[in-house]
């Protein structure tokens, strides 16, 4: 079976400009998550999805960041304009249900210059 | 709401000693608790986790953990170090159908 996968798996941009992260969830998972992971630290909660629906966005920074997941699978996380301390590890990951175990995707790291 | 503690971010070994990681939760309903593992450059991976059934847990890689209610604890044990073990640990908490929330993170380094 086919785990999460994510892309990029690496992106260095400039700051100001938009970024774009993609995430393909394990197949027949309803819920799927975008984290966020500084250096040297764990997996923070950006958004939660229960198929096409956000069910928890409170930790996503709407100024600028903006996420979507048509048709209730794959999963697109963008940031515009991007700053320098966006500069961190996006991880993707997704379970069958909210309660059920979260399994994660490589990650995207991203650097702001 | 929950929270988690781990002691120690930087915990070294040697081969085929044995490794204790220690994680502390605080959380106002009955936990899930999990154990992932990260290496370098790659996402996390499940190696074990406590849904309320047996309070001692048994994961992957000869890795277990024991749920202590009384001490609101939950560290991870391996009897003998292996080089592959060297990665990141983080302990993570969850009630009910609350977000997982983790820990900061143990690096655990093995010596040959």
């Known amino acids: 079976e086919a785990g999460v996968v994510q892309s990029p798996r690496y992106k260095i941009i400039e700051k100001k400009q938009p970024v774009a992260f993609w995430c393909n969830p394990i197949s027949g998972h309803n819920t799927l998550y975008w984290y966020l992971q500084n250096l040297g630290q764990g997996p923070e909660l950006l958004i939660r999805y229960e198929n096409e629906e956000a069910v928890d966005d409170s930790q996503l920074p709407k100024d600028r960041f903006s996420a979507e997941r048509l048709k209730g699978v794959d999963s697109t996380l963008k940031i515009q304009p991007a700053e320098l301390g966006d500069s961190a590890v996006y991880l993707c990951?997704?379970?069958?249900?909210?309660?059920?175990?979260?399994?994660f995707g490589p990650g995207t790291r991203l650097l702001v210059l | 709401a929950q929270s988690v503690t781990q002691l120690g971010s930087h915990v070294s070994v040697s081969e085929g000693a044995l490794v204790l990681l220690r994680c502390n939760y605080s959380?106002?309903?009955?936990?899930?608790l999990f154990w992932y593992v990260q290496y370098p450059n790659q996402g996390l991976q499940l190696l074990l986790k406590?849904?309320?059934?047996?309070?001692l847990v048994k994961g992957i890689n000869g890795f277990e953990a024991e749920f202590k209610k009384s001490e609101t604890s939950f560290h991870l044990t391996k009897p003998s170090a292996h080089m592959s073990d060297a990665a990141e640990y983080f302990c993570a908490v969850r009630g009910g159908n609350t977000p997982l929330v983790f820990g900061k993170g143990t690096r655990l380094s093995v010596i040959a």
């Open positions: 990951a997704s379970s069958s249900t909210g309660i059920e175990t979260q399994y």
């Open positions: 959380s106002s309903v009955p936990p899930y």
């Open positions: 406590y849904t309320s059934a047996a309070t």
